[in-house]
């Protein structure tokens, strides 16, 4: 098929079924009280529509993926029955070298190769993509997310926007409210979509830390996607994500512990390394040299962590580069990030050819085989 083709089948999916992450509430109606009619097919018969088309551009997940065939199993083996609807599990593997990945209403999860291939081996990080995804089916967010899209549109009677508007026009201007109301609905679909995915994990045997772990990675993913919110925005920045579901990972954590107790021996093995990192701070203390210090707090962590202040231009994974050059910079420290909540401070200067002028960019924390554990933006240094 023809990428613009699948372009076109995500978006269109995406659109109605694959709803992005954040919170809030809208003043048309909240998503507590938005009820699917039990003779609502809608979302059903549009999954009908673009299974061949779907099913066509990928590939069953067992050809390349078989660790994750068995975490979907365990999950959907916790969720609800469906006694109303009749839902066909499928796991889907789409080469397009993507980091998303997306649900149809019937069942049928979607999962871009690129993401596919960060989740690799790792059962947790699996089952952290796909709880989310079979959030939504259970939830039957396609439909909700229908139902309120329908009744901003005849309360406005205006074209809805999402995403980036571009230039404005006399409709942009006019739904810019509508538009503004949906975005919101989608943020808190993804937010509790994210909580209903950690308690399928916690229930299946997969520790909840595996979910914040596979976000600092996709964060690391994406530095460069997006520097400013937008009130149109179906995903939230991942700090504020972050910031909203820390009660839903302690809870699940609890309920995870309660039932499992040999964690090394659960079919997500024990929890992987968990590093927050906090929002740096910077404080000129000197003509041309600047304090940054780095809030972290650690959980699960053996051993000791590396962090990294870097500058300059990034590799493609989202890691900083390996080899300072005049263009790009980095300094390091190591710490066993033992306390509640330790800060670590670096000093730096212009003496190493950088301008005042020049930025400082990104915090990087590695574990000890370099691979990303979290990531914060650092503000420019003036």
């Not at 109301?181 to 989608?186: N, P, Q, V």
Request: charged share 20%.
């Amino acid at each position: 098929m023809a990428v613009a083709t699948m372009r076109s089948l995500q978006f269109l999916l995406a659109l109605v079924s694959s709803l992005a992450l954040v919170m809030g509430t809208s003043a048309a109606q909240t998503l507590d009280d938005l009820e699917v009619p039990r003779a609502f097919k809608l979302d059903l018969e549009t999954a009908a529509k673009l299974r061949p088309a779907l099913t066509a551009a990928s590939s069953p997940a067992s050809n390349f993926y078989p660790n994750a065939v068995l975490v979907f199993g365990r999950l959907t083996e916790q969720a609800p029955s469906e006694s109303s609807r009749k839902l066909d599990w499928q796991l889907r593997i789409v080469e397009d070298g993507e980091f998303n990945a997306y649900s149809s209403p019937d069942g049928s999860i979607f999962v871009e190769s690129g993401l596919a291939r960060l989740a690799g081996a790792s059962s947790g990080l699996w089952a952290a993509i796909l709880s989310h995804e079979i959030a939504h089916v259970i939830r039957r967010d396609w439909a909700r997310r229908y139902l309120y899209e329908k009744g901003l549109r005849n309360r406005s009677g205006t074209d809805i926007v999402l995403g980036d508007p571009g230039l404005p026009s006399e409709s942009w201007a006019n739904s810019e409210k509508a538009s503004a109301d949906l975005g919101l609905f989608c943020r808190r679909l993804e937010l509790e979509a994210d909580r209903e995915g950690l308690t399928l994990m916690a229930r299946a045997g997969y520790h909840p830390d595996f979910m914040p772990a596979l976000h600092h990675l996709l964060h690391a993913e994406t530095a460069r996607s997006s520097s400013t919110d937008s009130p149109r925005a179906m995903h939230p920045r991942w700090e504020q994500r972050e910031h909203e579901l820390n009660q839903a990972y302690v809870d699940t954590s609890i309920e995870f512990e309660r039932r499992w107790h040999e964690w090394y021996a659960t079919p997500g093995g024990n929890p992987p390394v968990l590093v927050f990192a906090e929002a740096p701070t910077v404080k000129k203390i000197a003509s041309g040299e600047w304090e940054i210090k780095v809030p972290l707090r650690c959980q699960n962590l053996s051993g000791a962590v590396e962090v990294v202040v870097h500058s300059g231009s990034q590799k493609k994974n989202g890691g900083p580069e390996p080899s300072p050059s005049p263009k790009q910079m980095e300094t390091r420290q190591m710490t066993g990030c033992t306390s509640p909540r330790t800060t670590i401070t670096f000093l730096l200067s212009s003496t190493s050819g950088h301008s005042s002028h020049d930025s400082w960019s990104d915090v990087y924390v590695l574990d000890a085989w370099g691979q990303v554990l979290a990531r914060a933006d650092l503000p420019k240094l003036h």
